[in-house]
């Protein structure tokens, strides 16, 4: 299983990013599919998951209205819109699949994760 995230970087407040999770070494389409992040000094939160069947979930209140996720199925890859970004979203930014799961389950049911990306939100 290999999860590689990218598309991150330095972005201004408001601006906007999307970033990309690129799946190989699984059926890509037998999987929920999460992003998820990390700040300096803080635990890893659960950011917004989609299922097989294209439904989102948003594990961060604090993303809602502003980021969106989808799933390219010709390309094994799940983008992460990221709109109106604000300096408390500078993290670095991981995907992740929980295994045996079409929904999108829990925040801490993740089985494999891949390397991240850093978001840095700054002006």
């Known amino acids: 299983v290999q999860l590689q995230a990218s598309g991150g970087g330095l972005v201004q407040p408001g601006g906007s990013l999307r970033l990309s999770c690129a799946a190989s070494g699984f059926t890509f389409d037998d999987y929920a599919i999460g992003w998820f992040r990390q700040a300096p000094g803080k635990e890893r939160e659960g950011v917004l998951c989609i299922s097989v069947s294209g439904g989102s979930t948003y594990y961060a209140d604090s993303v809602k209205g502003r980021f969106t996720i989808s799933r390219d199925k010709a390309k094994n890859t799940v983008y992460l819109q990221m709109n109106s970004l604000k300096p408390e979203d500078t993290a670095v930014y991981y995907c992740?699949?929980?295994?045996?799961?079409?929904?999108?389950?829990?925040?801490?049911?993740?089985?494999?994760w891949g390397q991240g990306t850093q978001v840095t939100v700054s002006s």
């Open positions: 992740a699949i929980p295994v045996g799961e079409y929904e999108c389950p829990e925040p801490y049911e993740y089985d494999y």
